[in-house]
C-alpha cells in the first residue's frame, strides 16, 4: 500500500453473555451481539473509531490498536448508544495523550444516554460492575474534518441509523466509509427504528465508499464457543 494512504483495520469484540433483567425461557441465554471498533491509521498515527461497552472491550482494543505501533491521537464515537462509547472512559487512560470525540448529535445523545442510566439502571444491571462511574463523554467536535498524518477524515451526518442523530467517517485516501450501527452484517436490526429513513443513511454510506466496501460496526455473530474472535478485516454490506 502507498505510504499516502490511509489503512483501516477492524477489532471485532465477539458475541458475549449478559445479565438479562428479563425472565428467560429453559434453555435461554441473554447474548450481546458482536461489534466493532475500527483503526485509522496513517505511517505514525491513528484514531479509533467507538469504544465500545465495557472494561474488557477497551482493553482488548487498546492492546489490539498498540500492537500497529502508531500514536493514537483521538477517540471518535459513531452515535449516541452507550454500547459505543462508555468504553471511553478505559480506553484513554490506555492513550492519555489522546480525547474522546463525536458530532454534537451525538456527544448531546451520550449525554442523555448518561443521566437515563442513573435512573433505569439500564447498562449497569446488564453490565454489572464491568462499567465506569462516572462515564466520560465525548466532547461536541467543531469540525467534520479530522486530521489523521496531515489527511482527512470527513465526518458525515447521516442522521437515522439504529438511533437518530448517527454519523459514519468517510476515508477518502482508502476509499472506505466506517459507518458504525448504520450497517448491519448478519446481526438483527433494532426495528424500533424507522427503515426508511435508515435506508437512505444505508445509501449515503455505499455512495461514500467509492472503491471498498462500507465498515460497519455489528459484524458477523460468531458462536459462543470458546473460538478466537476474528479481528481484523470485517466488511459490512449495505444490501
Same mark, same amino acid.
Given at each position: 500500500?502507498?505510504?499516502?494512504? $490511509?489503512?483501516? =483495520?477492524?477489532?471485532? /469484540?465477539?458475541?458475549?453473555?449478559?445479565?438479562?433483567?428479563? @425472565?428467560?425461557?429453559?434453555?435461554? +441465554?441473554?447474548?450481546?451481539?458482536?461489534?466493532?471498533?475500527?483503526?485509522?491509521?496513517?505511517?505514525?498515527?491513528?484514531?479509533?473509531?467507538?469504544?465500545? $461497552?465495557?472494561?474488557?472491550?477497551?482493553? @482488548?482494543?487498546?492492546?489490539?490498536?498498540?500492537?500497529?505501533?502508531?500514536?493514537?491521537? %483521538?477517540?471518535?464515537?459513531?452515535?449516541?448508544?452507550?454500547?459505543?462509547?462508555? %468504553?471511553? /472512559?478505559?480506553?484513554?487512560?490506555?492513550?492519555?495523550?489522546?480525547?474522546?470525540?463525536?458530532?454534537?448529535?451525538?456527544?448531546?445523545?451520550?449525554?442523555?444516554?448518561?443521566?437515563?442510566?442513573?435512573?433505569?439502571?439500564?447498562?449497569?444491571?446488564?453490565?454489572?460492575?464491568?462499567?465506569?462511574?462516572?462515564?466520560?463523554?465525548?466532547?461536541?467536535?467543531?469540525?467534520?474534518?479530522?486530521?489523521?498524518?496531515? @489527511?482527512? +477524515?470527513? $465526518?458525515?451526518?447521516?442522521?437515522? %441509523?439504529? +438511533?437518530?442523530?448517527?454519523?459514519?467517517?468517510?476515508?477518502?485516501?482508502?476509499?472506505?466509509?466506517?459507518?458504525?450501527?448504520?450497517?448491519?452484517?448478519?446481526?438483527?436490526?433494532?426495528?424500533?427504528?424507522?427503515?426508511?429513513?435508515?435506508?437512505?443513511?444505508?445509501?449515503?454510506?455505499?455512495?461514500?465508499?467509492?472503491?471498498?466496501?462500507?465498515? %460497519?460496526?455489528?459484524?458477523?455473530?460468531?458462536?459462543? =464457543?470458546?473460538?478466537?474472535?476474528?479481528?481484523?478485516?470485517?466488511?459490512?454490506?449495505? =444490501?
Amino acid at each position: 500500500m502507498s505510504s499516502n494512504l $490511509l489503512s483501516i =483495520d477492524v477489532y471485532v /469484540a465477539p458475541m458475549r453473555p449478559y445479565t438479562c433483567p428479563d @425472565q428467560l425461557g429453559e434453555g435461554e +441465554v441473554a447474548t450481546w451481539a458482536p461489534s466493532s471498533s475500527t483503526l485509522i491509521s496513517g505511517p505514525t498515527e491513528g484514531i479509533l473509531i467507538d469504544a465500545l $461497552l465495557t472494561f474488557e472491550n477497551a482493553d @482488548q482494543i487498546a492492546a489490539w490498536a498498540k500492537s500497529f505501533g502508531k500514536k493514537i491521537t %483521538g477517540v471518535y464515537i459513531t452515535h449516541g448508544h452507550s454500547d459505543h462509547w462508555l %468504553g471511553l /472512559a478505559r480506553l484513554l487512560e490506555h492513550f492519555p495523550e489522546a480525547r474522546g470525540h463525536a458530532a454534537p448529535e451525538v456527544a448531546g445523545r451520550a449525554a442523555w444516554e448518561a443521566e437515563f442510566n442513573k435512573t433505569s439502571k439500564y447498562w449497569t444491571s446488564r453490565f454489572p460492575g464491568e462499567l465506569p462511574d462516572p462515564p466520560v463523554l465525548p466532547v461536541a467536535l467543531d469540525s467534520d474534518e479530522i486530521l489523521v498524518d496531515s @489527511q482527512v +477524515v470527513n $465526518l458525515i451526518h447521516v442522521g437515522q %441509523g439504529d +438511533v437518530e442523530g448517527s454519523t459514519i467517517f468517510h476515508v477518502p485516501p482508502a476509499g472506505a466509509v466506517v459507518c458504525g450501527d448504520v450497517v448491519y452484517n448478519n446481526v438483527h436490526m433494532m426495528m424500533a427504528a424507522p427503515c426508511r429513513t435508515w435506508s437512505a443513511a444505508c445509501s449515503s454510506c455505499m455512495a461514500s465508499a467509492t472503491s471498498r466496501t462500507p465498515y %460497519g460496526s455489528r459484524p458477523e455473530p460468531r458462536s459462543l =464457543d470458546g473460538r478466537e474472535p476474528r479481528r481484523s478485516g470485517s466488511l459490512a454490506r449495505a =444490501d
